[in-house]
C-alpha cells in the first residue's frame, strides 16, 4: 500500500513539474521530442502516456480526471459529471445549465428555447414538434401516428393522406392515387385515367385509357391495344388480337398468327402448320406429348426436303440430300442412303 502511495505521488509531482516554469529550462519551447506513446513535446503540445496527459495551446487533459477546454474556460471534473465554467457550475450530472435557458436533467428532460422534450423511458415527449411516444405502443408527430400493432395514420395540410387499420382498412389519398381497400378484400382505387374496383376472388375490373379489364368469376373479360380476351375459366379462352387468335374449350385448342397454326387435343394429338422462308411449309404431328411425333417439310411445288419420325426414344430421319438416318435416344445408329 505504501508502494501505491509512493507511485502516486511521483506522478503528481512530475505532472506539477511538467506545468511549472522549471520544465522550461529543460526543453526550450522549439524543441521536438517524439516517444509517442509515452512522450512527445513539439512547440504546441506535450503529451505523456498517451491519454493519460495531453496538453496544448487551448486543451489540457487528465484523463479521465480533469478536461480544461473552449480556451481555458470549461473545466470539466469526471466529464460529464461536472462541469465549470467562469467559476460557475453549468452541469452537474444529471443536471445540465446554459445562459441561454437551455436546461437537462438526463435522461428525463431537455429544454431550450426551440423545442422542449421529457421522458420517462419508454414514455418521450416533445413539444414544439409534436413528437410524444410510448415505445413501442404509440408514436405521434405533428403529421403521423402509429398505434402497435396495426393502426397507422398519416395527415398533412389539414388532408388525411393514408389511414391504416391492419387487416381491416387500408385507405390512401394523395396526389396522385386515391384507394379504400377492406380486409384487403373489397376496394376501390382511383387514379389518373385509371379507376378499379374489386371483391375478391369474386369480381375485378378496371378501366384505364386503351386497356379494361372484367372478372366476374368464372367469367373474364380483357380488351386492350393488343388483343380482346372472354374467357369463362377455367373451361372456355378466346383471345382475338389483329395478327393472332388464340381458343381454347376445356382440353381442345387452336392457335393462329402469321406464322404458324396450332391444333389439337390435349394430350393425345397435337398438329402444327407453317409456312416456312424460300417458298416451303413445314407440318408437324404429335400424339400423346410427342411420345410419337412426326415432321414433314415440304417445297412450294409439294418435294419432300424433310421428314423425321419419332416413337418413344426410336427416331427415322429422311434428310434433305437423301440420308436416312436411324437414332436411339437422339445417337446415330445407322445412316444409309
Avoid at 380486409?183 to 384505364?208: A, C, E, M, R
Avoid at 381442345?252 to 391444333?263: A, G, L, P, R, T
Avoid at 404431328?285 to 411445288?301: A, P, T, V
Amino acid at each position: 500500500m505504501n508502494s501505491l502511495k509512493k507511485h502516486l505521488l511521483y506522478i503528481i509531482i512530475f505532472f506539477t513539474y511538467l506545468n511549472s516554469p522549471l520544465s522550461i529550462l529543460v526543453y526550450p519551447s522549439y524543441a521536438d521530442i517524439d516517444a509517442w506513446p509515452l512522450l512527445e513535446i513539439t512547440e504546441d503540445s506535450t503529451t505523456v502516456c498517451y491519454p493519460f496527459y495531453v496538453k496544448e495551446k487551448n486543451f489540457k487533459m487528465v484523463f479521465p480526471i480533469y478536461f480544461n477546454t473552449n480556451k481555458g474556460k470549461d473545466h470539466h471534473f469526471f466529464w460529464p459529471i461536472l462541469k465549470i465554467t467562469e467559476q460557475r457550475i453549468k452541469r452537474a450530472v444529471p443536471f445540465w445549465f446554459s445562459e441561454n435557458d437551455n436546461f437537462t436533467l438526463f435522461p428525463f428532460i431537455r429544454q431550450t428555447p426551440e423545442y422542449t422534450m421529457w421522458s420517462i423511458p419508454p414514455i418521450y415527449f416533445s413539444k414544439d414538434n409534436g413528437f410524444s411516444a410510448i415505445i413501442p405502443f404509440y408514436i405521434k408527430n405533428k403529421k403521423q401516428i402509429f398505434i402497435f400493432p396495426n393502426i397507422y395514420f398519416h395527415k398533412s395540410e389539414n388532408k388525411m393522406k393514408s389511414f391504416k387499420f391492419f387487416p381491416i382498412v387500408d385507405y390512401v389519398n394523395d396526389d396522385n392515387t386515391k384507394s379504400i381497400n377492406y380486409f384487403y378484400v373489397l376496394g376501390k382505387k382511383k387514379k389518373t385515367n385509371f379507376f378499379s374496383k374489386w371483391f375478391f376472388p369474386f369480381y375485378y375490373s378496371s378501366i384505364q385509357k386503351g386497356k379494361n379489364k372484367l372478372w366476374l368469376l368464372p367469367y373474364f373479360y380483357k380488351n386492350n391495344s393488343y388483343q380482346t380476351v372472354n374467357a369463362v375459366l377455367p373451361f372456355y379462352w378466346d383471345a382475338k388480337g389483329k395478327w393472332h387468335h388464340k381458343f381454347n374449350f376445356f382440353n381442345y385448342y387452336n392457335y393462329k398468327d402469321v406464322n404458324w397454326v396450332k391444333s389439337g387435343f390435349f394430350p393425345i394429338y397435337h398438329l402444327m402448320e407453317s409456312k416456312l422462308s424460300r417458298n416451303r411449309s413445314k407440318s408437324v404431328i404429335s400424339l400423346f406429348c410427342s411420345l410419337y411425333r412426326k415432321e414433314i417439310i415440304l417445297s412450294q411445288e409439294g418435294k419432300l426436303l424433310e421428314r423425321k419420325r419419332r416413337f418413344l426414344f426410336f427416331s427415322d430421319i429422311l434428310k434433305s440430300d437423301g440420308k436416312r438416318l436411324f437414332k436411339i435416344f437422339d445417337s446415330i445408329i445407322s445412316e444409309r442412303m
